[in-house]
């Protein structure tokens, strides 16, 4: 029985209030996920249908962004060559934390039908950490809305914390980096 | 004193509150327009919350300092707006003037901190945004110089209550010609669909917002909304008759407001020096002539 005498409350830690805005800032980061999207490769056609009066992903609070710094989620659809694969590492450090990841089709999973060309790296995760992972090829506009909400539930539950994984071992993300590519910097007039 | 700087200040608050309730508002009209299900009427909120709940880079102080300068600007103008004829912090500091010279601060704070970033699209949005204004202010500048002629008076206050007395139009009717100039005048200044070439988002990246993300731009969604609160609002005051009680200036702002919204989402986007020649083309053209038939033959309705 729950006594009825005045009880001191204890004073929570300055760890439990961070959680605590935390997950306050969660609802509000999951509910307006804002998208630049990286479209590489065939999945791009895909995501017409899911913007417009279709499927109409901005029910769900997200929309197209212009630039990196704006963006929540880096859509990458489809294959990445190593060229392209340098741009994507420089978009990924560009945007502002927390920031997710989300990869349509197969061919960030293992390849695809690009598995064996030379100039197309196979898994994304060993260059920047993904969240949700959108399989098929291509994905239909269900699948991709549905791995939008897989996203938003990652968040809910604290599992999508890719950019947490990159900081941690950065040191191995960088190394795969620059097996891949040689170098991740590039010095050409257009990068400085 | 301190009792107006309060009331000033819960303006501001208000009119932050107001704008992006009826921006989500819209977001759904828009939606429907387009047969879409459109996003909760909330939605601006969120996403305002969101972009102050993330961690954003900084490109050196100016960057930082912009963006509070050009917010603490927007305040300030916001303190001043009456939001009825008997409804305002300052009185007698309602002139039209203070909006047009205080908005300025905002602007120009916004510009210096897009600059600071270094990014040529920044640099670009801002040229294009500075040239806008230039070409909206003239048009728009003769049919306010008209009303001022008219009423005799340049405060705000005083205008609405010459529209309200007994005997008189509002101007949108008095000065059919002059209210169609000024409401695309409008449509230049919220940085509306045809004239949204300072923004651009698939041209020029956003244009002034290129390098921003998290909580500076979290801040200048605020300083927007709080911008087309003081815009929408003087067009109200100045065209349409202010408003008598609270409730009117609500349907008289979410009207226009909603139809500025609705001209946007049917139109294309011009190129920057197709936005100056419209404005120094017809809107001037029908502008003077307001103002020739106004001050000069007597015709008013």
């Not at chain 1, 830690?13 to 509910?31: A, C, H, L």
């Not at chain 2, 912009?66 to 002139?95: H, K, Q, R, W």
């Not at chain 2, 936005?275 to 007597?298: D, E, H, N, R, S």
Request: a neutral charge; proline letters at 4%; one cysteine or more.
């Amino acid at each position: 029985m729950l006594s009825t005498k005045y009880t001191v409350r204890e004073k929570l830690s300055k760890k439990e209030i961070d959680r605590k805005w935390w997950e306050v800032g969660d609802y509000f980061r999951r509910n307006s996920l804002w998208l630049l999207m990286y479209c590489t490769g065939c999945c791009a056609i895909e995501l017409p249908p899911s913007m417009t009066s279709a499927y109409d992903m901005e029910r769900l609070g997200m929309g197209p962004m212009a630039t990196p710094r704006q963006a929540d989620i880096l859509l990458v659809s489809g294959y990445l060559s190593l060229k392209t694969l340098r741009r994507l590492i420089y978009t990924y450090e560009q945007m502002s934390e927390p920031r997710y990841v989300i990869a349509l089709g197969s061919c960030p999973i293992n390849g695809g039908i690009y598995h064996d060309s030379h100039a197309v790296i196979n898994q994304l995760e060993q260059y920047i950490p993904v969240d949700t992972y959108v399989a098929g090829c291509m994905p239909n506009p269900e699948s991709v809305l549905n791995g939008f909400v897989d996203l938003m539930e990652g968040i809910k539950n604290k599992k999508a914390n890719g950019w947490k994984k990159y900081h941690k071992n950065n040191d191995w993300y960088k190394e795969n980096q620059l097996h891949a590519l040689g170098e991740v910097v590039i010095h050409d007039e257009f990068h400085q | 004193m301190i009792l107006n700087i309060l009331i000033g200040i819960g303006i501001a608050f208000f009119g932050f509150v107001l704008q992006t309730s009826i921006g989500g508002i819209n977001r759904k009209i828009v939606g429907r327009l387009q047969k879409r299900h459109a996003p909760r009427w909330y939605q601006e909120f969120i996403d305002i919350f969101m972009l102050l709940s993330k961690r954003s880079v900084s490109h050196g102080w100016i960057f930082d300092f912009g963006v509070i300068m050009a917010l603490g600007g927007i305040i300030a103008t916001a303190m001043f707006m009456p939001l009825t004829a008997s409804f305002l912090a300052f009185e007698n500091y309602d002139n039209f003037f203070i909006f047009i010279y205080l908005l300025a601060v905002g602007m120009l704070g916004m510009a210096m901190s897009a600059s600071g970033s270094g990014n040529p699209w920044a640099s670009i949005g801002v040229m294009r945004a500075l040239t806008t204004m230039l070409a909206y202010e003239v048009p728009f500048l003769i049919v306010v110089m008209t009303i001022i002629n008219l009423t005799g008076n340049s405060s705000l206050t005083e205008i609405m209550l010459y529209q309200q007395a007994a005997g008189n139009n509002i101007f949108l009717i008095a000065l059919p010609l002059g209210g169609i100039v000024a409401f695309i005048a409008l449509l230049g200044m919220l940085g509306k669909k045809p004239f949204e070439t300072y923004i651009a988002p698939a041209e020029i990246a956003s244009g002034p917002m290129v390098e921003y993300g998290g909580k500076q731009l979290g801040m200048l969604f605020i300083l927007h909304e709080i911008s087309v609160f003081i815009e929408v609002s003087l067009f109200v005051h100045l065209f349409l008759g202010g408003a008598r009680n609270i409730f009117e200036f609500l349907i008289k702002y979410f009207i226009v407001y909603t139809l500025a919204n609705l001209i946007s989402n049917v139109n294309g986007r011009f190129k920057i020096d197709q936005v100056v020649k419209f404005f120094y083309k017809w809107p001037l053209l029908m502008a003077v002539t307001q103002a020739v038939i106004a001050i000069y033959f007597g015709w008013v309705i």
